[in-house]
């Protein structure tokens, strides 16, 4: 007889039972008890939630970084009559009032949130009223400062629980050494220790490293040689686009992707590459978290990622329906010295960091004990130029000072306009000189955005675009205007970072880094090199199994994956005689009937084994019963 998850399970998701550690973790949470469920990528996550939600009285509140992954799951739960709402950067006031006030007295059953949303005053104040059965915080390993993908935002989550001190947490990822598994723990309180994990072993995805010093050919070798959709990942957004071209005058169908696109492009190449209007997507890591195609055969790494939990996140994304595919890193020596560089780029000296604060200061002519609030927009290139400094090293610099404390660094914004008051609510109504149509401007704010007297806020350009009854340009004009008059701060809608002091300026000299900060987080990130280093050039052991015990998972020579070169290569040990003979069977160009290969008298698994990696290698061809060389293709011009 079906329980009630088990009913709920069937009565809105059509399955007839869980699979792995679903119910594991949904017993767990029922109970009120925080969980940690470690599942790998495609490992059905979001049901250990969204069951135990359903079954509860309260709203459960979602934590997740990515705004389309909001979305896409509200619209799931929608259409299968759940009621959920996802509140994120772009909302009115209204609409963000509206939701939470439906939280408090409706029936919303799931709420999704960014990170950056927990700290809003509105939020807090109405988060005190609404009944909360339990808080999920997907991508658990952001919360780690030792995990690859740390999010200072995330902290936040620890904040909330003291304003719910009863309800519990679920945090969930596909992707925790041991020590982020333990640290995910300790940043969000758990009561005690309680760690749910399924076995991160994928049994359809081949981990294969490739040495080769023309990558680029090797890449083009590879996707003309094999079939489905791809992804392949590069590190720097130039090189990107610059794949994406070589592969469409090659005659594959491949687009580009990087966070410096506009959302709406980034919107439709996604979308092209889904739909499978579009083969291949050259991205880099900024392709991440969120992707859900289930049918990608081909991974590719043309670059080597920071370290083994990025590559096994990223190579992850192949293979998700079950059915074989292939996870392939291009390596030769020269990575192990840019891995080895990174580095010395990632944690420059203490003295060039303050070198750096310093000349910010210069730059933006903030005096020593002022600064405190302001914020300015940053054009990265201008001031490496005047400081003769490399835009990487810039980079690194900035965000050691962010996590020092004394700057708040937005290196990549999402491009909508910011606003903020620069006089008090009283002296604005005291205002003169205000002319109609600005007033139109000040009071759409003031309805529609809170906190616009503390902080700079968000802005839909749009919104007051319709409740001002102006054009975008007039609206625009207003806004500068009252920013040139001090009445406020108005950062306008483009790409460029922005930097923001959180404390008063100090002189150079006077700067802390903290130990935690350089040192310890110095000797964190090597260690992450060195493994994805260790990965590439260790060709003994199975490549799932170097994986898997990375993750804490204990594993022995039969629990060998059988499919990855490694495994190919000392499951056959006479592979090389088999191709030399294969070879030697078909050098006179002509085709042969496929049985001819029985008079070579080799076992019929190896022997398949072998021929697929020769097509794969584009070494021979096959066409119903008949073999015949294949010669590798030029590339063209």
Known sequence: MADKY??????????????????????????????????????GKSITFQVPALAQKGVCIVVTPLIALM??????????????EAIYTGLSRQEILRILENCIFGEIKFLYVSPERLSSELFQTKLRH????????????????????????????????????????????????????????????????????????????????????????????????????AIIYARSRKRTKEMAELLNKQGISATFYHAGLDSDVKDIRQKNWQNDEIRVMVATNAFGMGIDKSDVRMVIHIDCPDSLEAYFQEAGRGGRDGEKAYAVLLYNQSDENKLMKRIDETFPDKEFIKDVYEHLAYFFQVAVGSGMGQTFMFEIEKFCCTYKYFPTRVDSALRILERSGYIHYEDNPDGKARIRFNISRNDLYLLENVSEKEESVITGLLRNYGGLFTDYVYIDESLLERVSELNRQQVYMILKNLSARHIIDFIPRRKTPYISYTRPREDGFRVIIPEEVWEVRKEQFTAHIKSIINYAKNDTICRSRQLLSYFGEKTKMKDDCGICDVCIDHKIPQKQTIISEILDLLKDGKPHDITELNQLKYDSEDMAAVLEEMVVENMMNVEEDEIRLEPKPEMKP
């Open 6 to 43: 088990q009913e709920i399970l069937r009565t809105y998701w059509g399955y007839p039972d869980f699979r792995g550690i679903q119910r594991d973790i949904i017993e767990s949470i029922a109970r009120g008890e925080d969980t940690l469920g470690l599942m790998p990528t495609g490992g």
């Open 130 to 229: 609404i009944p909360v059965s339990f808080i999920t915080v997907d991508e658990a390993h952001c919360i780690s400062q030792w995990g690859y993908d740390f999010r200072p935002s995330y902290l936040e989550i620890a904040k909330i629980r003291d304003m719910k001190p009863g309800v519990p947490v679920l945090a969930l990822t596909a992707t925790a050494t041991p020590d982020v598994v333990e640290d995910i723990q300790n940043q969000l309180h758990f009561k005690k220790q309680n760690v749910f994990k399924m076995s991160f072993a994928r049994k359809n995805l081949a981990y294969v490293v490739r040495t080769t010093n023309d990558k680029l050919t090797e890449m083009v070798h590879i996707l003309q040689c094999t079939q489905g959709s």
């Open 71 to 84: 979305k896409d799951q509200v619209q799931h739960l929608k259409a299968r009559n759940i009621l959920a």
